[in-house]
């Protein structure tokens, strides 16, 4: 059994910046490939970075060139710095893991992006 546990969610006014970090728990993830998802209200959850054992990282066009994602395996962590935040970035945020013969999902932390 996997947990995952979300921090970091706020309020920041737009142009502001926030780190999340995900905890895991129960097995080691350095093996794994990681990811942050973010759902919006009214909409779908979509997937905004993830990084892979080796370190190699994907980013939604959305957020390229404001967010990066990276890992502790050391601290069984990973993270999201998210900087030039905007409106629509107001989301849920989720961590993820598809590993182990199954899905594991954070509860989640709130970041709305707000003036």
């Known amino acids: 059994q996997v947990q995952l546990v979300e921090s970091g969610g706020g309020l920041v006014q737009p142009g502001g910046s926030l780190r999340l970090s995900c905890l895991a728990s129960?097995?080691?993830?350095?093996?794994?490939?990681m990811n942050w998802y973010r759902q919006a209200p009214g909409k779908q959850r979509e997937l905004v970075a993830h990084?892979?054992?080796?370190?190699?990282?994907t980013y939604a066009d959305s957020v390229k060139g404001r967010f990066t994602i990276s890992r502790d395996n050391a601290k069984n962590t990973v993270y999201l710095q998210m900087n030039s935040l905007k409106p629509e970035d107001t989301a849920v945020y989720y961590c993820?893991?598809?590993?182990?013969?199954?899905?594991?999902w954070g509860q989640g932390t709130q970041v709305t992006v707000s003036s």
């Open positions: 129960g097995r080691s993830i350095s093996i794994a490939v």
């Open positions: 993820h893991v598809n590993s182990w013969g199954s899905d594991y």
């Open positions: 990084i892979t054992s080796s370190g190699s990282t």
